[in-house]
């Protein structure tokens, strides 16, 4: 039967976030990682931010990789819920794709601080980021998914998931300038990667009323 700990007791003060500790310490490090840098941050500095004693991170993180880990999963599984949630509506193909883009612009620019250009970490090629790249891959098969039953042609159908999801995740570029987005963006995006795959005008005119009504109905 495996053991439970309490951990080590605050530093200073209640849980920030009022979640408790874990989400104290992701907190404190979405905020290190995306303004001082993944390098810069120690681990000894995420828990001071969290307001915790460095030997209480360690009793939820074993080092700083693993902060980083949950903080990435943490963007993909929700989209990856998402997805699911989709892939299972009776809805029509073009309208299903347009509140996954919708979905996942919302949630990629949701939080104080923009996680998802960790992605963009050449850490995370490291082997024991393999977990996010894995969720992250089942996300673009989704797109693939999506795509093809959209009906577009064979050849278009790699070209086409890439470019949708490229536009989806551009989002994270536009927080690094300071734009923050809005959901009329989103659906400005969903819009976009609708015409990318040419789909006809009167298609993706369909695909945007249903979408949104599908996006309204996500749990």
């Given at each position: 039967m495996a053991s439970t700990r309490t951990g080590r007791p605050r530093a200073s003060g209640s849980s920030p976030t009022g979640q408790g500790t874990r989400a104290d310490v992701l907190a404190a490090a979405a905020e290190l990682f995306c303004t001082r840098g993944y390098a810069s941050a120690s681990t000894h500095a995420i828990a001071e931010a969290a307001g915790i004693r460095q030997a209480s991170l360690y009793h939820h993180f074993a080092r700083k990789q693993d902060v980083?880990?949950?903080?990435?999963?943490?963007?993909?599984?929700?989209?990856?819920?998402?997805?699911?949630?989709?892939?299972?509506?009776?809805?029509?193909?073009?309208?299903?794709?347009?509140?996954l883009c919708v979905?996942?612009?919302r949630l990629l620019a949701a939080g104080p601080h923009n996680v998802g250009a960790l992605y963009l970490l050449p850490e995370?090629?490291?082997?024991?980021?393999?977990?996010?790249?894995?969720?992250?891959?089942?996300?673009?098969?989704?797109?693939?998914?999506?795509?093809?039953?959209?009906?577009?042609?064979?050849?278009?159908?790699?070209?086409?998931?890439?470019?949708?999801?490229?536009?989806?995740?551009n989002v994270i570029l536009q927080r690094k300038r300071g734009v923050e987005p809005t959901d009329l963006l989103a659906a400005e995006i969903a819009d976009a990667a609708l015409r990318v795959l040419d789909l006809a005008p009167e298609v993706r005119a369909r695909a945007a009323v249903d979408g949104a009504r599908l996006v309204t109905s996500l749990r």
């Amino acid at each position: 039967m495996a053991s439970t700990r309490t951990g080590r007791p605050r530093a200073s003060g209640s849980s920030p976030t009022g979640q408790g500790t874990r989400a104290d310490v992701l907190a404190a490090a979405a905020e290190l990682f995306c303004t001082r840098g993944y390098a810069s941050a120690s681990t000894h500095a995420i828990a001071e931010a969290a307001g915790i004693r460095q030997a209480s991170l360690y009793h939820h993180f074993a080092r700083k990789q693993d902060v980083l880990l949950a903080l990435l999963l943490g963007t993909v599984q929700p989209s990856l819920d998402v997805a699911a949630e989709l892939l299972a509506a009776d809805e029509d193909a073009a309208a299903r794709l347009w509140a996954l883009c919708v979905a996942d612009v919302r949630l990629l620019a949701a939080g104080p601080h923009n996680v998802g250009a960790l992605y963009l970490l050449p850490e995370v090629s490291d082997e024991h980021f393999l977990p996010f790249r894995e969720r992250r891959s089942e996300l673009e098969t989704t797109y693939r998914t999506l795509v093809t039953a959209c009906a577009v042609p064979p050849d278009r159908i790699e070209i086409g998931s890439t470019l949708v999801l490229a536009l989806v995740e551009n989002v994270i570029l536009q927080r690094k300038r300071g734009v923050e987005p809005t959901d009329l963006l989103a659906a400005e995006i969903a819009d976009a990667a609708l015409r990318v795959l040419d789909l006809a005008p009167e298609v993706r005119a369909r695909a945007a009323v249903d979408g949104a009504r599908l996006v309204t109905s996500l749990r």
